[in-house]
Each structure stands twice: as C-alpha cells, then as structure tokens.
C-alpha cells in the first residue's frame, strides 16, 4: 500500500505554497485529519490533509475495497481578517471524517452539514462541494488507485442550503453568479432566493 499523503500535501505545497499553521484532529475510530492553512494575499485558505488516506466506499457496498474507490481532500477559501475563521478547523475536520464515520462518498454536487457555525458568528452551517481542478490539479496516482481530488468547499447559509435541496447545485451557483456574490465573504449574507 502506498502512503499517499505525502504526495498529497507536495500537491497542496506546490499549488498554494507554504502552509503558516497545521492542526490535527482524530476522532474515536478514525484516521488522523489535518487541517493545513496557506495565505495568499487576503486569501485564507484551509486544506485537509488525512481524508485520501483510504478510498471513500459505496456505502451499499458489503465490504469496502481498500484500494479502489474515489480520494478527495477539501479546500476552503475566506477572506482573512474580517472573522475568526481559524475556529474552522474542527468543522473541516469533522467533514474530512465524514467518509470514513458515515460512509458518505464526497462528490461535486453534495452538501455537508456541520449542524453549527463554521466558525463563531458564521451565517452558515454547511457547504456546498464544487467542482475540482481549478485551485489545486487533481493527483494522479499509480494503477489501480483512483486519483486524488481537491473539492473547493462554498459556505452556505441554511436558506440557501434549503433552496439547494429543492432547486440543485448547478441552480444555486447560477444564483450566486447571476447575484455576484463574494463566495469568500466570511459575514456575507444569503443570496435572495425569490
């Protein structure tokens, strides 16, 4: 078995540089999650680093297959200073862990729940997961082992995670666009949804 985060932090290193703080964070029954922060101008940008460790499972799946399945990590940007948005990092912990607690397969498209705050004062306790590619390439690994994928995390506000529900991913973002919303607001407010 190949150790794949290694390779996974170079990736995160050489597409958003030198990370200035790393925090760790286990939980009863699962692997180590780390959560690295990178800033970039007044970008803030955290990234978890310990969720590729194992390929996310179908959870109909009878027996996990521990080396065919889909890896990610998930990447979350916020404008620094304007919020405590380091209190984060259990949250993205606690989502990173969520493959291996719930056996939920992370995919472009899906919302993750924190059921709290992102961070103290945050209007949103969930996100939206967007497309990869753009911040950080995908990480191609040998055969058989599915590539990793970086998954950009957009805060949501429980209105707009509700009108997601109803109204789909793709529907939400052409609101955001259509509305040029700051995804990277840390205090921005819900997107008008009538």
């Given at each position: 078995m190949v150790?794949?985060?290694p390779l996974v932090e170079a990736r995160l290193r050489t597409a958003l540089g030198e990370p200035d703080a790393r925090a760790?964070?286990?939980?009863l029954g699962t692997d180590r999650i780390e959560v690295l922060r990178f800033h970039e101008g007044d970008?803030?940008?955290y990234a978890t680093l310990g969720m590729s460790a194992q390929p996310m499972a179908d959870p109909t799946a009878v027996l996990a297959d521990p080396v065919k399945g889909p890896r990610a990590e998930l990447v979350l940007s916020?404008?620094?200073?304007?919020?405590?948005?380091?209190?984060?990092?259990?949250?993205?912990a606690v989502l990173a862990a969520s493959p291996q607690v719930e056996g939920v397969?992370?995919?472009p498209g899906a919302s993750l729940e924190v059921g709290e705050p992102l961070w103290p004062g945050a209007p949103f306790t969930s996100v939206l997961v967007a497309e990869p590619?753009?911040?950080?390439?995908?990480?191609?690994?040998?055969e058989p082992l599915d590539p990793v994928r970086f998954l950009p995390l957009?805060?949501?506000?429980p209105n707009e995670a509700a009108w997601k529900r109803v109204h789909g991913a793709q529907a939400l973002q052409e609101?955001?666009?259509?509305?040029?919303?700051?995804?990277?607001?840390?205090?921005?407010?819900?997107v008008p949804l009538d």
């Open positions: 150790d794949v985060l760790a964070v286990t939980f970008i803030v940008r916020v404008r620094g200073g304007l919020a405590d948005t380091d209190k984060v990092l259990r949250p993205l397969v992370v995919a590619g753009g911040l950080v390439e995908d990480l191609e690994l040998d957009l805060p949501m506000t609101r955001w666009l259509t509305n040029g919303t700051d995804l990277r607001d840390p205090s921005r407010r819900s």
